[in-house]
């Protein structure tokens, strides 16, 4: 059963515009989330995290909003560019800190 | 440079026979990580280390096999016993374990087993 889970696979954005990705999560046990972009045959890099004890965290054009009572987390990309076209990935690990989870991902694409 | 070297990047493999793929770190990570990429399936782990000399099972074990003798090294064999091996390998490491804090996931760019 996925444990994480990002029920849309793809998002297409125009540049400029916000783009919104989300993330479900149903292990009360995770405490610590983080986004992964991943290009086409290469390795994801890590973009963001938050822990559980935060509703937000922001670094530049990305912020992570997270919603403990919900098990959701969304990702806001503002404002869209080309280059952020991309695979999303949402990862979350639990308190025993043993590896992350992550979910199918989503695939943004921004158009100029 | 800091990095992780995962190789090849290309691999074919006839129907019965096992592969060794290398992963390499020069972070000085103790955790490593193997995860398995499927079109529409995301990233799945297949095994995990914490430390030199010890691993665990993953979600996905099943037909693979590991060793962590050095630090710095973590191969995974994909045995005769994978049913479906033809897939997108990452190698990742970290500092420790994932807990807030403690630093990302580092990937390698992948290995990719084709089994004709």
């Known amino acids: 059963d996925q444990q994480v889970k990002q029920n849309s696979p793809s998002l297409s954005v125009q540049e400029g515009r916000i783009s919104i990705l989300n993330c479900d999560y149903t292990?009360?046990?995770?405490?610590?989330f983080l986004w992964y972009k991943k290009y086409p045959a290469e390795g994801p890099t890590f973009l963001i995290s938050?822990?559980?004890?935060?509703d937000k965290n922001e670094d530049g054009r990305f912020t992570v909003f997270l919603n403990k009572s919900a098990k959701h987390l969304s990702l806001h990309i503002v404002p869209s560019q080309p280059g952020d076209s991309a695979v999303y990935f949402c990862?979350?690990?639990?308190?025993?800190?043993?590896?992350?989870?992550f979910g199918k991902g989503t695939t943004l694409s921004v158009s100029s | 440079d800091g990095g992780i070297t995962q190789s090849p990047k290309y691999l074919f493999r006839k129907e019965g026979q096992n592969v060794t793929l290398s992963c390499e770190q020069n972070l000085n990570h103790d955790a490593m990580y193997w995860y398995r990429q499927d079109p529409g399936q995301g990233l799945r782990l297949i095994y995990y280390s914490q430390i030199v000399n010890d691993f665990q099972k993953g979600d996905i074990a099943e037909g693979y096999s590991v060793s962590r003798e050095k630090k710095e090294s973590f191969p995974l064999t994909v045995t005769s016993a994978q049913k479906n091996p033809t897939a997108f390998y990452l190698c990742?490491?970290?500092?420790?374990?994932?807990?807030?804090?403690?630093?990302?996931?580092?990937f390698g760019e992948g290995s990719r087993l084709t089994v004709l």
């Open positions: 292990n009360s046990m995770f405490d610590y």
């Open positions: 990862a979350a690990a639990n308190q025993a800190g043993t590896a992350l989870i």
């Open positions: 938050i822990s559980s004890i935060k």
């Open positions: 990742a490491s970290s500092i420790e374990g994932p807990r807030p804090g403690a630093g990302e996931l580092f």
